[in-house]
Every structure is written in C-alpha cells, then in structure tokens.
C-alpha cells in the first residue's frame, strides 16, 4: 500500500495536478483566484476546462459533473459524459471552457420558497474556483453554484462564500487602521467535528421508523444506556475500526483531512474531526464526508445514521463548528499570545464576536433551526438553545480591567504535576473547556456547539461571517477616522463588555438557574424551529443582510419559507409514520400477546380451578388498559394530522401547529407504546429492541 503522503489528494485537482497540467501563466491565473479570492478571466476556462478532463480520464472518468448544495440539506448532481459526436459513427472526449462555466439542471423540483415561480423551470450552475474539482467513480466532480434562471440565489454556497468576502474585506479595513499593511486576505477557517451512530444494517431494515425518518419514533430504554460512561474514547471494536479505517482512506483521497476518531458517549455513537481548512473547503469536505460515511458504512454491513436524535434517552448528535479567522500571512487573529492584556488587536476580534453574538443571537439559533435538533438541544450534553459565550475567567477579567480603565495584573499559568516522578510538568490552559455552552472560546478559536449531525454547516457559517463582518466595519469606521487610536481601541473594547457583558456566562449551562438568570439578563430562549423562525425577516436582521449584500428580503422570506415547510414535512413524515407502525405492527402484537396470555389462564383454569392466575390477569388487565390508551392516542394523532393538513394558513402558522398539536400527541403515543413494550413478550415485539440496536456490534 502506498504511504499516505502518497496517495493523499490523489482525487483531487489540486496544487499538484494544476501544475501538471496547466500552463504557468494559467496555473498563476487561477492559483490567484483561489488563494486572494481574485476575479478569474473566463478567457482561461478552456484550457482549465481541458486539463481537467485530460486529468480526470487518466484516473478512468467518462462522465462530469456540477456538483452543488440546494436548499434541501443535501447535495445534487447530474452527470454528462465527454463524448462528442464524430465523423463515421465515432465520438471524441470533449470538456470545453463554456460546460466547465456553466451547466443547466432543472431547478423547478428544487425549494425556492415562492422566490421562483413553477412554470420558471431553468436553472444554472456556475463553477466555483475557489473549491477543487475532484473525481468519484467515474465521475468529475466539479463544485458549483445554483442559481434560477431569474438570477435568485437558490443554493447554500452562494451567500457562504459572499459573507467570506464580507468578513475579509472588513477585516482588511480593521488591520489597515491598526496599521497593518501586510495583510492582503482574511480567511473564515473551520474545522466542522462530525459525530454519527453505526448500526447494523439488518436491524435497520427492520424499523420502519428509522429508514423513513432516520430516528427512532417507538423504543424503551434498555437496562443499560450510557449512565456507565463506558463507551467514550472506549476501545474501538474491530468491524467499527475497519468502517473508519476505509473512511479515512476515501476521505484523504478527496484530500480532506480526517485527523481525528474515537468513540463517542451514546452506544454505537463515534466522532470524526478533520484538520482546519477555509470555509468553502470546509463546507464541501463536510458533505462529502457524510456521502462517504453512509456509503462506506453500507460496505461494512451498517447503516450510518446522521439524524440529530436517533435514540431516546442517550446523547443526540452534533457537529461542532470550529471557527477562526487567518491571514494569508498565516496569523491566527483569535491567537491571545503570551500577553492578550497588551494585545489590542485580539481583543478587538474578540470584542467584535461578542458583540455580533449578543445582538443577533436569533440569527444563531435560526441556523442550527431543525426538527431533529429541537430533540436534541438542551439535554444530554447538547447545550441549551440560549445563545452565550464561555471566555473563561481570564479572558473576562481582561475585558473588564479595560472597561473599568484598570492595569491587569497577569497571573502566571500554572505548571501541572502528577506527583510521579517519571511523569513530565506541563503548563495549565488559560481557560477550561465548557462542554455545555453553545459558543465557546476555546484557545484561539470558537466552538458554535448547537449545530445539528445533518446540518450544512454552510448556514451557521453564513450568519457567523455576516455578523461579525458588520461588527469589524463599525470598529474600522470608529478607527478610520481616530484622532486617539489606542483611547479609542479601548474605548471599544470595554464598551462592547459594559454593553453586552450578558451574552457571556462561564458556568453551567445546564442548571435550572441559568434559565432563570438568562431571562433576567434579557437573552432570547427560542426553544423550538417555530419560535426561532418568526425572528428571520425582523427589520434589523432584513438590513443586517441587504447592508452586506448576503440576502435581500425576497431571499430572506423565501429561506424562512423553505425552512419552515421542511419542519412541517418532517413532522408529518413522522406522524405517518407513528400511524402506520402503530396500526399494523404495535397494536396486533400487544393484542395478540394479550389474547394468547388470556387463552393460556383459561387453559389453566379448565385443567385446575386452583392453579393460581392472578399475576398473569394482572397483566392483562395492565396491558389492556394500555391498549386502549394507545388506540385513543392514534385517534387522536389521526385527528390533529387531518387538522393541520387540511387548514389554511401560512407556512409559519402550520409549522407551529405541528410544533404544539402534532408533535405533543406524538410524544403521548410514544410513552404509552414504551411501556407496552416493556411488558409484551419479546418473541411479540415487531421491532429490534434498543437494546438490540444499540450493542450488537
């Protein structure tokens, strides 16, 4: 085999395979674009377009193409072949400049959220030169972006990569009024750590709830879940370690950088991290990543489930978003240094996120806004859907020594020992890790914990990048025109914590006082989809987006629109489907474990009058009464399904409607058939119990 140097990136038309194919004077062109976000002359898209296809045949392609990111969650991609047409019945391999540029898919089936109209079918992709063409299969993949034929913005790459010009531009104009002028670009990083479960595929199959929705709907806890804390950084079994074996050698030929995987908390819970990269990057190696771990996961006899609670009762799953901003120096701008008192230029960053967090804690809890992760928010190690920021103790009695105009007097960093000799001293971190807070600083970067497993991290990067692009710009307008830079620098910086010291909060996020204390301070609690989604188009984030060009407020509407219907669909997916399982599999088997256990006293009883019954009618009298609780319970879900289907109303009425009436009667169907299953034999129960689900690795 070869060596991972080696191979890594073989797929992928990088540095390397640019070189080799290009001309100088071609590669320089483009390798600018790439690096410096500079415009590309379309002039070069032929020969680009030609050393891709002749790069992508040597590796046995015959198809390309545009892969892009619409407003479904998911990628799409419709594939065309080389072939051309020739003289005598023979064809030639072609890839010209303008097919490389420009391709038209349908766009009428994608969601537009009214933003497009039925009948205005054409669509465009455009490629993206920032993000590398890759190969899978047989296939050239190259990444684009969607668009209708109307121009409006239908995909989630487009306002992504304008909110990273946003967030570049103004950073620039913040350093140049520090005077720095070495500084050209400013990248958005993210290193997005992906958590999944593993089951097994024949199990899977079996659960109607699971291959229609991707959680399960009905299911006791079994005797044991994760209380035992057995299973986190546990020793990884040999079918799991050849799952992620093969994943990480898929993924490094795609030439992301899969660093990390352990097991996670939940059973049959594990994580992958990969190494930091740009924003855009980041976000195509995310999605490929969960393509390649659901494929990868069906080799090995699995099923990989990326919903956000596929399991009641045990830790849900998430994708922390590791972000910072980089120079194309190579300075991490969130970096404190051995001396953040002094250094002014972290502080204003800092200052900056804390204030963008503060004002537009809506727009973050709108961007990790989906069903599944309502299930998951706020319990089981996901942090709450109060928007705070963790800085650790240091950091924050450095803000208010400059808010307060007193010297911070540094403590020195405590060295660590284990009390073995053998055993090296090391220094203590600056700050701890709060596993509970949504957005913590974690050293030299900020952890947004609330994102959901399946969600494009395009969309919180999106608001994370806007809003703080606005912040810089209000600082850079104050220091532009500063007749006192440093007095002025300060005056920022603890203005932005006597203002929005609230938003920061280093304890527990799980405490029933930090409840209370949050609404004291005046910090918004959006604890479903619905409630977040009402704030979308408020008049503040409507001029938030116009002023940085990322949304108009066509697009705003249209976005919320889509979000909401999805809501709405998942739900009534779900509904269905509790409907369906319960009126064909749970209710017949109950029925029939009762009446067998009822025949079998009868029995008793004619072979001798004395043979006591009583624990089993006490059964049957339990599981009777549950019964009829469950049937009330699927008339009623029956009922408020036919409600909300056939009322008339806005998309953010109904959502709410499913949020309230649906979902509640959903989760009272649920806890009577739990119970059910408790007492119902086992040989009865139509479904593979959590118990099987969970730890039959």
Same mark, same amino acid.
């Given at each position: 085999?070869?060596?991972?140097?080696?191979?890594?990136?073989?797929?992928?038309?990088?540095?390397?395979?640019?070189?080799?194919?290009?001309?100088?004077?071609?590669?320089?062109?483009?390798?600018?674009?790439?690096?410096?976000?500079?415009?590309?002359?379309?002039?070069?898209?032929?020969?680009?377009?030609?050393?891709?296809?002749?790069?992508?045949?040597?590796?046995?392609?015959?198809?390309?193409?545009?892969?892009?990111?619409?407003?479904?969650?998911?990628?799409?991609?419709?594939?065309?072949?080389?072939?051309?047409?020739?003289?005598?019945?023979?064809?030639?391999?072609?890839?010209?400049?303008?097919?490389?540029?420009?391709?038209?898919?349908?766009?009428?089936?994608?969601?537009?959220?009214?933003?497009?109209?039925?009948?205005?079918?054409?669509?465009?992709?455009?490629?993206?030169?920032?993000?590398?063409?890759?190969?899978?299969?047989?296939?050239?993949?190259?990444?684009?972006?969607?668009?209708?034929?109307?121009?409006?913005?239908?995909?989630?790459?487009?306002?992504?990569?304008?909110?990273?010009?946003?967030?570049?531009?103004?950073?620039?104009?913040?350093?140049?009024?520090?005077?720095?002028?070495?500084?050209?670009?400013?990248?958005?990083?993210?290193?997005?750590?992906?958590?999944?479960?593993?089951?097994?595929?024949?199990?899977?199959?079996?659960?109607?709830?699971?291959?229609?929705?991707?959680?399960?709907?009905?299911?006791?806890?079994?005797?044991?879940?994760?209380?035992?804390?057995?299973?986190?950084?546990?020793?990884?079994?040999?079918?799991?370690?050849?799952?992620?074996?093969?994943?990480?050698?898929?993924?490094?030929?795609?030439?992301?950088?899969?660093?990390?995987?352990?097991?996670?908390?939940?059973?049959?819970?594990?994580?992958?991290?990969?190494?930091?990269?740009?924003?855009?990057?980041?976000?195509?190696?995310?999605?490929?990543?969960?393509?390649?771990?659901?494929?990868?996961?069906?080799?090995?006899?699995?099923?990989?489930?990326?919903?956000?609670?596929?399991?009641?009762?045990?830790?849900?799953?998430?994708?922390?978003?590791?972000?910072?901003?980089?120079?194309?120096?190579?300075?991490?701008?969130?970096?404190?240094?051995?001396?953040?008192?002094?250094?002014?230029?972290?502080?204003?960053?800092?200052?900056?996120?804390?204030?963008?967090?503060?004002?537009?804690?809506?727009?973050?809890?709108?961007?990790?806004?989906?069903?599944?992760?309502?299930?998951?928010?706020?319990?089981?190690?996901?942090?709450?859907?109060?928007?705070?920021?963790?800085?650790?103790?240091?950091?924050?009695?450095?803000?208010?020594?400059?808010?307060?105009?007193?010297?911070?007097?540094?403590?020195?960093?405590?060295?660590?020992?284990?009390?073995?000799?053998?055993?090296?001293?090391?220094?203590?971190?600056?700050?701890?890790?709060?596993?509970?807070?949504?957005?913590?600083?974690?050293?030299?970067?900020?952890?947004?914990?609330?994102?959901?497993?399946?969600?494009?991290?395009?969309?919180?990067?999106?608001?994370?990048?806007?809003?703080?692009?606005?912040?810089?710009?209000?600082?850079?307008?104050?220091?532009?025109?500063?007749?006192?830079?440093?007095?002025?620098?300060?005056?920022?910086?603890?203005?932005?914590?006597?203002?929005?010291?609230?938003?920061?909060?280093?304890?527990?996020?799980?405490?029933?006082?930090?409840?209370?204390?949050?609404?004291?301070?005046?910090?918004?609690?959006?604890?479903?989809?619905?409630?977040?989604?009402?704030?979308?188009?408020?008049?503040?984030?409507?001029?938030?987006?116009?002023?940085?060009?990322?949304?108009?407020?066509?697009?705003?509407?249209?976005?919320?629109?889509?979000?909401?219907?999805?809501? /709405? +669909?998942?739900?009534?997916? =779900?509904? $269905? &489907?509790?409907?369906?399982?319960? #009126? !064909?599999?749970?209710?017949?088997?109950?029925?029939?474990?009762?009446?067998?256990?009822?025949?079998?006293?009868?029995?008793?009883?004619?072979?001798?009058?004395?043979?006591?019954?009583?624990?089993?009618?006490?059964?049957?009298?339990?599981?009777?009464?549950?019964?009829?609780?469950?049937?009330?319970?699927?008339?009623?879900?029956?009922?408020?399904?036919?409600?909300?289907?056939?009322?008339?109303?806005?998309?953010?009425?109904? /959502? +709410?409607?499913?949020?309230? =009436?649906? $979902? &509640?009667?959903?989760?009272?169907? #649920? !806890?009577?058939?739990?119970?059910?299953?408790?007492?119902?034999?086992?040989?009865?129960?139509?479904?593979?119990?959590?118990?099987?689900?969970?730890?039959?690795?």
């Amino acid at each position: 085999m070869k060596k991972i140097p080696e191979f890594f990136g073989c797929m992928v038309f990088n540095d390397e395979a640019m070189k080799k194919f290009l001309s100088m004077e071609v590669y320089m062109a483009l390798k600018s674009t790439i690096e410096n976000g500079e415009h590309l002359d379309s002039s070069v898209a032929n020969e680009v377009a030609e050393a891709m296809k002749d790069w992508a045949m040597s590796l046995g392609c015959t198809h390309f193409t545009h892969w892009f990111q619409p407003m479904t969650g998911i990628t799409a991609e419709k594939h065309d072949s080389f072939i051309t047409p020739a003289e005598n019945g023979k064809v030639l391999m072609e890839f010209s400049g303008k097919e490389l540029i420009k391709g038209e898919p349908d766009a009428s089936s994608f969601p537009s959220g009214g933003i497009r109209a039925t009948f205005e079918a054409r669509g465009y992709t455009a490629w993206d030169p920032t993000s590398y063409a890759f190969v899978m299969g047989n296939t050239l993949y190259i990444p684009t972006v969607f668009c209708s034929f109307t121009g409006a913005v239908l995909d989630k790459k487009t306002p992504l990569l304008r909110s990273m010009e946003r967030i570049s531009t103004e950073s620039l104009r913040l350093l140049k009024a520090l005077g720095r002028e070495d500084v050209s670009h400013v990248y958005a990083t993210v290193g997005a750590e992906q958590e999944y479960f593993l089951i097994d595929k024949d199990m899977y199959t079996q659960r109607r709830d699971l291959m229609y929705t991707g959680r399960t709907l009905f299911g006791a806890r079994p005797p044991k879940g994760q209380e035992m804390d057995d299973h986190y950084f546990g020793a990884i079994k040999p079918r799991v370690a050849a799952f992620m074996e093969e994943l990480d050698l898929e993924l490094w030929k795609l030439g992301v950088l899969a660093k990390t995987e352990h097991n996670e908390v939940a059973p049959c819970q594990h994580e992958l991290a990969p190494v930091f990269t740009t924003c855009n990057l980041a976000t195509d190696h995310n999605q490929l990543t969960m393509e390649i771990m659901k494929t990868v996961a069906q080799r090995h006899g699995f099923v990989c489930l990326l919903h956000e609670k596929p399991f009641e009762g045990v830790n849900g799953s998430g994708k922390h978003n590791n972000w910072a901003l980089s120079t194309n120096t190579g300075e991490n701008l969130f970096k404190p240094g051995k001396k953040p008192f002094e250094n002014k230029q972290f502080l204003l960053f800092l200052s900056a996120v804390i204030k963008a967090v503060d004002e537009y804690q809506d727009l973050l809890r709108i961007s990790v806004a989906t069903a599944g992760n309502d299930h998951r928010l706020g319990a089981h190690e996901a942090p709450p859907a109060i928007m705070s920021i963790f800085l650790g103790e240091e950091l924050e009695d450095i803000l208010h020594a400059v808010s307060e105009g007193t010297e911070y007097e540094a403590g020195k960093r405590k060295k660590m020992t284990m009390g073995v000799d053998v055993l090296p001293e090391f220094k203590r971190d600056t700050t701890d890790r709060n596993r509970t807070s949504p957005i913590a600083f974690t050293g030299n970067k900020f952890e947004f914990r609330s994102l959901g497993s399946s969600v494009n991290i395009a969309c919180p990067n999106i608001m994370i990048n806007t809003i703080v692009a606005q912040q810089l710009s209000e600082f850079a307008e104050i220091l532009e025109n500063s007749s006192d830079l440093e007095a002025d620098i300060n005056k920022i910086i603890g203005d932005v914590y006597k203002n929005h010291h609230r938003i920061i909060f280093n304890g527990n996020n799980y405490a029933e006082e930090w409840l209370h204390e949050a609404e004291a301070r005046g910090l918004m609690n959006l604890r479903t989809m619905p409630e977040a989604m009402q704030h979308y188009s408020d008049e503040k984030n409507v001029i938030l987006f116009e002023k940085n060009k990322i949304f108009n407020a066509d697009e705003i509407r249209a976005r919320c629109e889509i979000q909401l219907e999805s809501y /709405s +669909k998942t739900i009534n997916i =779900e509904a $269905l &489907t509790m409907l369906d399982m319960a #009126r !064909k599999d749970i209710f017949p088997a109950v029925s029939g474990f009762v009446g067998d256990l009822s025949n079998s006293v009868l029995n008793k009883k004619k072979l001798c009058a004395d043979i006591p019954v009583n624990a089993e009618m006490k059964l049957i009298k339990k599981l009777s009464e549950l019964l009829e609780k469950f049937d009330e319970y699927v008339e009623e879900l029956q009922s408020a399904e036919d409600k909300v289907r056939s009322h008339k109303a806005d998309a953010l009425t109904i /959502s +709410k409607m499913y949020c309230n =009436e649906v $979902l &509640t009667v959903m989760n009272k169907l #649920r !806890k009577v058939s739990d119970e059910m299953e408790q007492l119902t034999s086992a040989e009865y129960w139509p479904y593979p119990s959590y118990g099987r689900l969970m730890f039959t690795m």
